[in-house]
């Protein structure tokens, strides 16, 4: 078993499985699947998630800094919004080369 996985499993183990699954921002069955190799999709962004909030990983975003995969991938899966400078920002960093950016 994967290192990420262990730690996954000993989280909820330790926390339970509504505190890790809303931690991650997953639902309970996905992170139940993931754990019982039932999951069919690919778990990349999970294990990202787990690095990053249980695992303390960090990425550097050009425009926020330091932040987690969690907040990454969250920032990539909001909407453009003209209204706002920093998303404007951050939407145009994601797309112009950042080796973050993950294309769903």
């Given amino acids: 078993m994967s290192e990420w ?3 996954l499993q000993r ?4 926390r ?5 699954s809303t931690l991650l921002r997953r639902s309970k ?6 754990l019982n ?3 069919g999709a690919s778990t990349k962004r999970i294990e990202e998630r787990v690095r990053g ?13 330091e932040i987690s995969p969690a907040k990454c991938q969250d920032e990539q899966e909001r ?3 003209a209204t706002n400078p920093t998303r404007v920002a951050v939407w145009k960093a994601c797309r112009a080369g950042c080796p973050n950016f993950r294309r769903s």
């Avoid at 339970?16 to 890790?20: D, F, H, P, Q, W």
């Fill in 37 to 39: 190799g039932k999951y």
């Fill in 16 to 20: 339970g499985l509504r505190e890790v």
């Fill in 79 to 81: 909407p453009f919004a």
């Fill in 5 to 7: 996985l262990q730690i």
């Fill in 53 to 65: 909030e249980l695992m303390n990983k960090t990425l550097t975003c050009p425009v926020l800094g």
């Fill in 29 to 34: 069955g996905c992170i139940s699947d993931v």
């Fill in 11 to 14: 989280a909820v183990e330790q």
